[in-house]
């Protein structure tokens, strides 16, 4: 059965990401590691004309936006996505594979910070548009941990013993 | 000599409102309550999502919750509403949405920033003055600090009790948001997500992990 891949930008627009994952080159990688197929949330960028994708040596389909993106997910092998922290978090959440590209015009962005840490502690892979490509090639995803769960109940512990109140759970 | 009078009168000012401070941070905790009034303060980008993961954590004590969100920022909004319309509907609790001017916008100069702050805190006045939080929950956006500046000087004044519990965002891994700076000694309580902060800020509280 065919691997497949879906490709998010968020609310962002991010062109060099689309037409990058969506050349010749990047699909023919994609194919030679078993992924058969692509789909591409492309978000405030320019429209996708999926016509000039028929010659690619595999499935493209895009939209602009979805309410949810969850369900995508979860049907992808792989995820490709921009740094957002909103995306990163969602994937990884999922317990799926994640690619971050980074948006090299975008590199004072504070976004960048958490992608960093989180490939730092071998959550996702990451690279550029320029290098995307090679990435791919070379595409090890068996070192990837999965992340753990936040402690928002620990908190929740915290500032509810801090305002005095026996604990009384919704 | 008009000069001299100014400056004497803003360096009064100055030092009765350190003292003031000072006073308020050594007085003891508010009295206990059986329920927990929260003045939520969202933001645009993740800010909101981040929000609204806290608020869901926490116990059903903690209610009503009053939002103030930024007027330009719509998609906060619209999360705000589908989530209060999908929580508990046992407790006949109404949430508000207060809408206050924005800060300060991304990239903008940091001198119309005063301006379109100080505009922004005119408003938040009354927003404060109604909602009574026990608990200004905050976690960086700009729309923050006009909230808990107007907060401050209500507990200054002896006007209106409130503890601010600020939880920094998630993409902070090395250094705090501006809003974060501010706000980092004047927090009851000040949560970070990543050790790399808590080592370099030292009263910030690390739960051992992300919070969100």
């Given at each position: 059965m065919e691997k497949s891949v879906f490709v998010t930008v968020g609310t962002t627009s991010f062109d060099d990401l689309i037409e990058a994952i969506s050349s010749k080159e990047a699909?023919?990688?994609?194919?030679?590691?078993g992924y058969g197929s692509l789909l591409m949330q492309y978000g405030r960028g320019k429209e996708v004309d999926l016509n000039e994708k028929l010659s690619l040596p595999i499935k493209v389909d895009a939209y602009k936006y979805k309410s949810s993106i969850h369900e995508d997910i979860?049907?992808?092998?792989?995820?490709?996505?921009?740094?957002?922290?909103g995306s990163c978090l969602e994937v990884l959440g999922a317990g799926k594979k994640l690619l971050v590209v980074v948006n090299e015009k975008l590199m004072d962005n504070h976004q960048f910070e958490l992608a960093r840490k989180l490939h730092h502690d071998k959550h996702l892979l990451y690279c550029t548009c320029s290098t995307l490509v090679e990435t791919i090639t070379n595409l090890d995803l068996s070192s990837l941990q999965p992340l753990p769960e936040p402690k928002t109940e620990l908190w929740a512990d915290d500032i509810t013993a801090h305002f005095g109140l026996s604990y009384a759970k919704r | 000599m008009f000069l001299l009078v100014v400056a004497f009168m803003v360096s009064c000012l100055v030092l009765l409102a350190t003292v003031l401070i000072l006073i308020r941070m050594a007085s003891p905790k508010r009295k206990p309550t059986s329920t927990v009034r929260v003045l939520s303060v969202a933001g645009s980008g993740g800010h909101t999502t981040e929000m609204i993961r806290l608020l869901k954590s926490l116990p059903v004590k903690f209610r009503p919750t009053s939002y103030v969100v930024a007027n330009t920022d719509l998609m906060s909004k619209n999360k705000i509403k589908t989530f209060e319309e999908g929580r508990s509907s046992k407790l006949d609790d109404d949430y508000n949405?207060?809408?206050i001017p924005r800060s300060r916008e991304v990239a903008q100069s940091w001198l119309t920033t005063c301006y379109t702050t100080s505009l922004a805190i005119i408003f938040a006045f009354p927003i404060v003055w109604r909602t009574k939080p026990d608990l200004v929950l905050v976690?960086?956006?700009g729309t923050c600090i006009p909230i808990c500046f107007v907060s401050i000087l209500f507990d200054i004044f002896g006007l209106h009790r409130s503890e601010i519990i600020f939880v920094e965002s998630i993409c902070r891994v090395?250094?705090?948001s501006m809003s974060g700076k501010i706000l980092y000694h004047l927090a009851s309580k000040?949560?970070?997500?990543?050790?790399e902060l808590?080592?370099?800020?030292p009263r910030a509280i690390y739960l051992g992990g992300r919070v969100v």
């Open positions: 699909t023919l990688a994609l194919l030679k590691k979860i049907n992808a092998d792989l995820i490709i996505s921009h740094a957002g922290a | 949405i207060h809408v976690n960086g956006p090395d250094r705090l000040f949560y970070v997500h990543w050790p808590k080592a370099a800020y």
